[in-house]
């Protein structure tokens, strides 16, 4: 598999092994930069090469000292309480390969875990963007709640984005890296989509990315908008058409340009709240098997 998971983790030691050890029975464990920021080295890594104890770096250092190690075509920013399926990160990679996409993605997940059972959710972003830069950013507008965080990268338009955000203090990074991931994607890179489960994401309250920016005001979230839309326009190509003032004429600047409260949380406190979630025969797919029996449920 050419492809390096970079997967930076904090005060998740438990979690953490376990994740390795499901790594490992699929054989592909080889494959992760752990960059672990927890006060207190795990114990557990101690003769893994692949693991890295840097408590002194932030979220963002850690991510460019991986990515230095990087030798691999494809690069993934994997988080550490979700779970890639890798038969299906095989078929993604194939494509890219063949087809020389910047970015590869597939469907997504959410579940949450409740008095020992499951509740799994179709992300919204789990539809398929290559329809030009104009048309992603309408499709991203409309459906809210897009992120391209975890998909998986050429390596080199990778390395691009996190030279990019530089620029940004830690704080900066860390209320816009996922927004930026996301526009940089739609806009300058070639997408591809597959239409298989790829990623199965553990639901959290942690605020991070996207979520932290829902708790600024209207005015502040506009403004990082636009903001990132500038830092993503000098990079767009001089021989191509990229009018960024028509941009503003397809974005809703009302208040829920960005709710101030997930369009997903909403949909999943309901789901927990009435019990009454429809599965669709899911149990009988094999990745959601594989959530199931890494959480022994």
């Known amino acids: 598999m050419n492809l390096t998971f970079i997967l930076p983790t904090y005060n998740r030691s438990n979690d953490l092994v376990n994740l390795y050890k499901f790594y490992k029975k699929n054989k592909i464990e080889k494959n992760f930069i752990i960059i672990d920021g927890t006060n ?9 090469k692949n693991y890295f104890h840097k408590p002194k770096l932030d979220r963002r250092e850690r991510i460019e000292f991986a990515l230095k ?10 988080a550490d309480d979700d779970l890639y399926i890798p038969k299906n990160i095989r078929i993604i990679l194939d494509k890219m390969n063949k087809d020389d996409y910047d970015v590869g993605r597939g469907i997504t997940y959410n579940f949450y875990l409740k008095n020992k059972k499951i509740f799994f959710k179709r992300k919204p972003s789990s539809i398929d963007f290559n329809k030009g830069a104009f048309n992603n950013l309408k499709i991203f507008i409309k459906k809210k709640n897009i992120f391209f965080t975890y998909c998986i990268y050429k390596t080199n338009f990778f390395k691009k984005m996190i030279r990019k955000l530089k620029k940004l203090s830690f704080t900066e990074f860390e209320i816009n890296h996922e927004l930026f991931f996301t526009l940089y994607s739609l806009i300058l890179g070639k997408i591809s989509y597959t239409d298989k489960i790829y990623n199965m994401r553990q639901q959290s309250n942690t605020k991070v990315g996207l979520a932290i ?3 600024y005001p209207l005015w502040f979230r506009i403004k990082n908008f636009f903001r990132i839309l500038l830092m993503i326009s000098k990079d767009y190509p001089p021989t191509q058409k990229f009018n960024f003032f028509s941009i503003i004429n397809i974005c809703n600047l009302k208040f ?14 309901l789901i927990l709240k009435n019990n009454k979630h429809k599965t669709n025969n899911k149990n009988t797919f094999s990745e959601f098997k594989i959530v199931k ?3 022994k449920i």
């Not at 207190?40 to 893994?48: H, Q, S, Y």
């Not at 190690?69 to 994997?78: D, E, G």
């Not at 829920?256 to 406190?269: G, Q």
């Open 69 to 78: 190690k990087v030798k691999t075509r494809f690069v993934c920013l994997a």
């Open 293 to 295: 029996n890494f959480y």
């Open 40 to 48: 207190k080295k795990n114990i557990f890594f101690k003769d893994k």
């Open 213 to 215: 920016l829902y708790n």
């Open 256 to 269: 829920d340009f960005f709710p101030r409260k997930s369009f997903l949380k909403k949909k999943f406190n």
